[in-house]
């Protein structure tokens, strides 16, 4: 779009742009893009940073770092880049099937992590979430969501080469790269914290610091506890600085200022510097958290999603071949912000974690029945065009049972006696229940807390291992591929967790590392015993059941058109309690494909007048595509086994 004011100041950057950027060459496609996103960039910026003295020089400094970015950008990633740009839709197909995995569990680095890409693709898997590789403080990581240093990888993980190896040998592939910015906070031992400690005011403008508790107590008015059992409030003293500082998640991980733009350009090369080194798309770190003010929760700001477009903007002028992932965990109602306001096409993040599936999918593991699951994924908010869900049954965070409670109550439950039952349930706290859980972030206050445990032994593999039941390893097993039936036909990226291939229990030595031990999440990111791997080849063991079994299920995906994310799926309504139902709707040819879910431990029926939703005339038979087989039908009643799924179409007789 040409709009004077913002244009007049486009070429007065160009004029004063550095010889070094000016002289090179074959920059047409970066001046193209960058005349087509100027206005939105200049509007943004202007919104957030407009009244600065400093604004042109900022927007200055702004194009010159998209510009050399551009200039250091490989040309195969440019090639790629055009590719992507041509097929606009290319991560909507259902062909992509991913994992999340810490490369030293997995594989100790990221050396070795090459070396197993060819497991990975004998599973199905095509798209590879490397979890944090950055430099981080030991023992103060967080996980690996404290960064020291956000060009350097972890030397117990690797180097930069070791990532530009991995990237190019995945791209021969066709395998896709992700890789964590955390874009909301930094380690305490970050340059920049370091000289702000020291007293330079510059720096000190880099996060939010303060003389004494009368702004932090205003904050801490409205501001929620993110982790109210190891890290109560939202400031730490400094001793050194002599100064309070925010830091909402731990008290060593000081959260970034992004009033001041600084931040914003430093963060934006942070970015393209990782785009450039081959991510194919770019998770980004607590994005709800961005933006602070007094009087609010300091989540979900209106500012926050300014800065997400504002990132997209410049990372399209740059690598707009890369995608934004969005790691906002947040209500339904505010995660699907996330991709943007735009009717089409995604102007923040073309991804998002449908974190309300994941949770109401482990609902239905406690109560055996899909009443809260239909009622929630009904009142899911619709997606844009060009966007896409992350669908996930659990990841290296904690399980929170953020569905709503309005939801709650049209299934039938009391919100409040619900979520204990839930917790008391996976946590073992619960008659007969098999599950073998932590809790995670109690809130003594509230009672309320977050679940922590591999989908293993959550689901009662582990008990029924140790307790020599054989159909309880039987019933979990099938729990198991339940569950990832359902992340695999909903209509999205489907995002296994690394080990549940292989049905990994609980890893307990966490307890004995005095820096993990406070955090129960570490029981569910294990360090992968590639012994127990090789039985996925020996059949009758139970790594062999689920490997083989998932295998085959990502590989049949890969074939049904249907399950692309093109906004085709409609819930379907059913007597039956414990059956979820839905359809996928192929639209280029008006094939249907119909699933169902069976979430109870008998078999249980439903009428076959639902088949109807398929549009099909009566010469036309009903096949289960993840067997090849007929379903069982008796008494015009469909038979679902017990724990049991059909992905149900037509097929001529």
């Not at 004998?122 to 944090?132: A, E, F, K, Q």
């Amino acid at each position: 779009m040409y709009e004077q004011i913002s244009h007049a100041l486009l070429n007065e950057i160009l004029t004063a742009i550095k010889p070094e950027i000016l002289k090179q060459r074959n920059m047409r496609y970066f001046y193209t893009r960058l005349g087509a996103n100027f206005y939105s960039i200049y509007s943004l910026f202007h919104h957030l940073y407009g009244e600065r003295s400093d604004f042109k020089a900022q927007m200055q400094r702004l194009v010159e770092v998209m510009a050399r970015q551009y200039i250091a950008r490989p040309s195969a990633l440019k090639k790629q880049d055009l590719e992507r740009e041509t097929d606009h839709a290319w991560f909507l197909s259902q062909k992509w099937a991913g994992m999340a995995l810490y490369s030293d569990g997995f594989a100790d680095n990221l050396k070795g992590l090459k070396t197993k890409l060819s497991y990975l693709q004998d599973l199905g898997i095509n798209m590879l979430h490397v979890m944090p590789i950055l430099d981080c403080p030991p023992g103060k990581s967080d996980g690996g969501y404290a960064v020291r240093d956000f060009r350097k990888v972890d030397a117990r993980i690797g180097t930069l080469a070791d990532v530009k190896s991995l990237s190019s040998a995945m791209r021969q592939r066709d395998m896709l790269l992700t890789l964590d910015v955390v874009l909301n906070h930094t380690s305490d031992e970050h340059e920049w914290a370091k000289k702000a400690r020291q007293g330079d005011p510059y720096y000190q403008d880099f996060y939010y610091v303060f003389e004494d508790r009368t702004i932090p107590d205003l904050y801490e008015e409205s501001m929620p506890d993110v982790f109210p059992e190891n890290a109560p409030g939202n400031f730490t003293w400094d001793e050194d600085m002599q100064k309070w500082v925010m830091t909402v998640f731990n008290h060593y991980q000081w959260d970034l200022n992004y009033k001041n733009p600084t931040v914003f350009i430093e963060m934006l090369d942070i970015i393209l510097f990782w785009a450039n080194h081959g991510a194919d798309i770019l998770r980004l770190d607590a994005v709800a958290f961005l933006w602070k003010k007094i009087g609010t929760r300091c989540q979900n700001e209106r500012e926050a999603h300014l800065v997400l477009q504002l990132l997209k903007d410049c990372c399209q002028v740059t690598a707009p071949g890369v995608l934004f992932i969005a790691e906002a965990i947040v209500a339904p109602t505010e995660v699907t912000k996330y991709f943007g306001e735009d009717a089409v096409v995604a102007k923040e993040c073309e991804i998002a974690y449908n974190a309300t599936f994941m949770a109401l999918l482990w609902d239905t593991v406690a109560t055996k029945n899909a009443k809260l699951l239909h009622q929630g994924l009904k009142s899911l908010p619709n997606k844009l065009e060009r966007a896409t869900w992350l669908n996930y049954i659990r990841c290296h965070d904690d399980i929170g049972l953020g569905f709503a409670d309005e939801d709650i109550v049209k299934a039938g439950y009391n919100p409040r006696e619900h979520r204990k039952f839930l917790l008391d349930y996976f946590t073992g706290q619960f008659d007969d229940s098999p599950a073998r859980g932590k809790p995670f972030a109690v809130n003594k206050k509230t009672g309320d807390a977050r679940i922590a445990g591999t989908l293993a032994s959550l689901v009662g593999l582990e008990s029924a291992i140790d307790s020599g039941d054989e159909k309880g390893i039987d019933d979990s097993i099938k729990r198991i591929l339940l569950l990832h039936s359902l992340i695999l036909s909903f209509g999205g990226i489907p995002l296994l967790y690394y080990g549940d291939e292989i049905g990994t229990l609980n890893d307990y030595s966490y307890e004995n590392d005095e820096y993990k031990r406070s955090d129960s999440r570490w029981i569910h990111r294990p360090t992968i015993d590639w012994s127990k791997a090789e039985l996925r080849t020996q059949p009758g063991t139970v790594e062999f059941r689920i490997f083989t079994a998932l295998k085959k299920m990502i590989a049949v995906r890969k074939e049904i058109d249907a399950f692309a994310d093109f906004n085709g799926r409609e819930m379907i309504d059913v007597d039956n309690p414990h059956l979820l139902v839905f359809s996928q709707l192929d639209q280029q040819v008006s094939s249907k494909v119909i699933v169902v879910a069976n979430f109870d431990a008998n078999e249980q029926p439903m009428n076959i007048d639902v088949l109807q939703h398929l549009g099909l005339p009566q010469i036309y038979a009903i096949k289960d595509l993840y067997t090849g087989k007929e379903p069982e039908i008796i008494d015009d009643q469909l038979v679902i086994p017990a724990y049991g799924f059909y992905w149900l179409t037509g097929e001529q007789i």
